[in-house]
């Protein structure tokens, strides 16, 4: 019965990875559009800067991610720490906690080059043209973010349906 209910979960994460799979087919065709009005409005600098920021952003959406899980793991990490814990590992745990944090920060400086880039585009398109933009980053990266979850979703019951299987003889 187990097995079956984690058969039939998967079943579902994977007809959801599909659906936001093909949104992010969609989204790049919007991306695709946008980007080549861009390219007739901006300077070639400008439109190198736009095609960056859309090239970093999966990257640095990833990297938050990624940087976010850690850090929550040392927080935790750092709040089970009690009377026992030795000195040097509270020291270990706090210096993580400190590397991450400004890692995560500097990561953070995507939504400068964000506010940087529709500065640029403000100057060519029309306010309807900018919100297109602005909803197209946004839908991107939720999307991204929507992605990455799903696979961590699919891997861990992947992996517990293979324990499982394997347990029973």
Known sequence: ELIRSLRS???????????????????AERGEELEAMVRDVCKPNE??????????LEKVVSLLLCLSSRLARVQNAL???????????KQSLNKRHKLLSRQREDAKDLKENLDLVSGILAKYLTDQQLQDYQRFVQVKTSLLIEQKDLEEQIKFFEEQLENLEKSIP
């Open 47 to 56: 439109f190198e800067r736009y095609m960056m920021f859309i090239g970093d």
């Open 79 to 89: 709040r089970r720490i009690d009377g026992n814990t030795d000195a040097e590992e």
């Open 9 to 27: 979960k998967l079943q579902v994460l994977w007809e959801e990875r599909e659906l936001v799979l093909s949104e992010a087919r969609e989204c």
